[in-house]
């Protein structure tokens, strides 16, 4: 009977938590439950919300996504230094693996071109 009691304690907290798990892929559509971020940024108005999606993405360990949506910002606003600090801050995956030498590359790049699209002073050139 103890045990009985005993092994039931113990798996229904893994049940729980392999029932969380249902549904949840890391190659699919990014969820929009991401929680609230505000990130103030020198960005046109237009793409405010769509790069604060983008960090929100990045602080949810959606690096794709991110990066995807940090180059979308960039397209539309050539001048926002802070959506190539988020295109190379994507490529870094501080909890799996390391950028390829590729990867490390393109991000260098990325953040050099923040850095000259910055003034001093400024965020994106404090970043440097």
Do not use: K, N
């Not at 929680?35 to 405010?48: D, N, W």
């Amino acid at each position: 009977m103890f045990r009985a009691l005993a092994l039931t304690i113990v798996l229904i907290p893994l049940s729980s938590a392999v029932r969380a798990q249902d549904g949840h892929a890391h190659d699919g559509p990014a969820p929009e439950r991401l929680g609230q971020v505000h990130f103030p940024s020198a960005c046109r108005p237009a793409v405010q919300a769509r790069f604060e999606r983008a960090v929100a993405l990045l602080h949810s360990f959606w690096y794709e996504e991110a990066a995807r949506t940090f180059a979308a910002v960039g397209e539309a606003d050539p001048a926002c230094a802070l959506a190539h600090w988020g295109i190379a801050m994507s490529a870094l995956h501080p909890l799996w693996t390391p950028p390829t030498p590729e990867q490390h590359v393109a991000a260098r790049a990325h953040a050099e071109r923040a850095v000259a699209l910055s003034r001093p002073g400024t965020r994106p050139r404090d970043y440097a």
